[in-house]
């Protein structure tokens, strides 16, 4: 009987871990983009080592500030989705794929926009703020390996593919939170993470 | 696993610099109005009409000349109309154009610019007519107008 029992719980969904998660890649826009402030957490739930529940969300500003006009920017994303383990050997680290559905809210102006004419002299305008919200798929590869006792620090490529928003004859947004640049409705990009898993349920 | 780990890592973060901007403005930025002049009033003609012409607009601080039938303007960016100043010896003639504008955001590296849609145009009499074969001006296409004397 109690055999059975155990036998039961192999073939069950069980929680084997929840890990939440930092982007560290996002820290190498203080070198490479400057005018942009951004920060993405995550949240991983696993069942049986092998299938993962992914919720992120994330926030971003844009202050860039050029010779003939200053742009700002605002907003947030949140995305969710499923990853998949292949690995079988090593349980408690990743090599994987997954995908995600995300969404994106962000407001932007512009001030200080300077026209300079032969004829007509300078004149400076400003753009009121407007919004934009965006939608978009994510699939993903790649890698979490257990560095410390219970942190680990994972990379993965993405390739995203927008279907909704997110463009604007009038007024194209610098950047999308969590997507990138506005102008390409398929973006490829990577993500950088350190992750800790909370000590729970773990063998 | 872990030379799989590291070299993918390399690989992608390198991809993530290449990927920066040069932050350079490579892309047209002028939105200008091509105008051509054409004369078939044989008094105009004969005073060599086209040959003193100049153009200004009330507020500008210049005029320009030009000795050539086709020439390119600049619409105020900063009003909805406006007046273009024709004048050649005795004759003196205004167009005032009307028209709708708007911001455009062209991209980060160049900026903004302004778009026009014309609306509709006024002229004075040595003008026999004036035809829109373009009423739209972008940094893509120039508008354009015929202007027959």
Redesign the interface.
Known sequence: MAQKTDEKKKDGWEITGIKIGMDV?RF?NFL??PEQTSYAGSLDVGFNNKYFIIAEAGYSEIN?D?D??N?ISDGTFYKIGLDYNMLKK?PT?F?GAGFRFAYSTLEHS?NN?R?E????GS?Y?E?ESETNQTMWLEASFG?K?EIFKNVYFG?S?IIKVRFYGGTD????P?DIPGFGKA?NSIS???N?FIYYQIPFNRK | MKFIFRIVGILLFAFMIFNCSDNRCNEEVDVLLKAEIIVNDPILTNAGFLETLSIYSPAWTDSVHYSSANFMLELSPFADTTVFVFTSQAWKDTVKIFYERDLVYLSQECGFVTYYKIDSTRYTSTIDSLVWVNKKLTTLTDGHVKIYF
């Open positions: 890649g190498s490479f983009k860039l050029r003939n006009y742009y090593y680290d090599l512009a926009i026209f004419s032969e004829h007509w004149y305008t753009k890698l390996g990379w490529a004859d009038k007024f194209q610098y102008a490829i990009g990577a950088y």
